[in-house]
């Protein structure tokens, strides 16, 4: 079992920035990809980025060059970078981890999830 919490979300105006960080419970960390996902009000939670135990990492287009994701192992945590955020991306943004190790962008593909966190982007 894997027990996530994510935090960092706030208020930003256009153009800002956040970092997200999940904190993950559970020793198998380092073997688990993991993902962050975002649910805009009245929309589907949609991919954001994912990264492997290794590095290996992939992102949604609408977030290439903006957005890095990270994770350290050690600590046991992935962290999204946010930068030159949009109003568009206010969401509840959610960490997910997928015990097969996959670099998946489909929620399915996801075992267990964080609470998420909210993240508003004023115009």
């Known amino acids: 079992q894997v027990q996530l919490v994510d935090s960092g979300g706030g208020l930003v105006p256009a153009g800002g920035s956040l970092r997200l960080s999940c904190a993950a419970s559970?020793?198998?960390?380092?073997?688990?990809?993991m993902g962050w996902f975002r649910q805009a009000p009245g929309k589907e939670r949609e991919f954001v980025a994912a990264?492997?135990?290794?590095?290996?990492?992939t992102k949604a287009d609408l977030v290439k060059g903006r957005f890095t994701i990270s994770r350290d192992n050690a600590k046991n945590t992935a962290n999204l970078q946010m930068n030159s955020l949009k109003a568009e991306e206010t969401a509840v943004y959610y960490c997910?981890?997928?015990?097969?190790?996959?670099?998946?962008?489909?929620?399915?593909?996801?075992?267990?999830w964080g609470q998420g966190t909210q993240v508003a982007v004023s115009s």
């Open positions: 997910a981890a997928d015990s097969r190790g996959r670099l998946g962008t489909r929620e399915y593909e996801y075992d267990f």
């Open positions: 559970g020793r198998t960390f380092s073997r688990y990809t």
């Open positions: 990264i492997s135990w290794s590095g290996t990492f």
